[in-house]
């Protein structure tokens, strides 16, 4: 007996023993059965020591009765068993726990709801599948479920799947809408650029038959030069015979140094014309 417990210590020694899990003792109570079978523990005081040193400082105290009342024969069961009888999740929260791992997804609330029933079988009461089968609902069946209370539980699965229904018309029409609004959208936008696109092309189309025009007018110009060049000499030549003739108009109407005007200080008594303002006097006969 001594030698299998010195043995027991030396296996138990080579490997790390699984950490408390609070909330799930009977899966952390599965894993230590799996680690004395490894290790090839069979002491039964060998492992109610080794339960009781990795239990957690509260999880022990609220426990530590049971490691006293332990009997001597089926030592490790008795504590195993005790422990999860008092920490453990109860019949009813083992299947709450069941039920919540089934989740809806795409299903109608119906169809849901039997699998639910089904799960529970006759452990369940309505009062706990109802409460798992509304929390995974959607908030918009749900509150509108909500008139319907005094009903059975088939009967509002019923009323849910008529909601679903309702809804998912609803929401296959908008989605329909906004789809033929985005495409309205980008057919509209489509037109836009088009119409921006010929207007830049009219435009850039004038702006060549502009240039051409320019060019063509400017090579007309450009063949008779010496035709302009005489034709501006032509104009030169009048400017300066005006100007000429001007200048011999004003210097008639200067007069002589005796006050006589340019006709009578040049013909004398024959001159045909006079200025006013002239001084000269006709000799006397």
Known sequence: MQNEEEADVHNITQMKF???????????FERVDAFFTIRRIKTDA??????KQHLPEDVYIQTRDIFRDAPEDDQYNFV???????????????????LAKEEMGDEKPSVYLRKLQHLAGKDGTDDMVRNIWMGQLPD???????AH??????????????IQNVMGKRRSTFAATTSR?????????????????????NMMFGMLESIQDLALSMKKRGRSPIRR????????????????????????HRFNKDGTCYFHGKFGGNARKCVEGCLFKRPEN
Request: overall charge positive.
């Open 46 to 51: 060998t492992r109610v020591a080794w339960i």
């Open 18 to 28: 699984p950490d408390y899990w609070k909330n799930d003792v009977e899966a952390w």
């Open 140 to 146: 918009s069946i749900r509150k509108l479920l909500a």
């Open 80 to 98: 195993r068993n005790a422990i999860l009888k008092r920490l453990g999740p109860t019949k009813d929260q083992k299947l709450q726990q069941l």
């Open 181 to 201: 609004a985005r495409d309205d959208s980008r057919e509209d936008f489509c037109r836009k650029i088009e119409k921006n696109q010929r207007d830049f092309q």
């Open 229 to 252: 060049s005489d034709h501006s000499d032509d104009k030169d030549g009048k400017k300066d015979n005006y100007q000429r003739k001007q200048s011999r108009s004003k210097s008639r």
């Open 149 to 162: 209370g005094d009903r059975t539980l088939d009967r509002q699965a019923e009323i849910a799947d008529d």
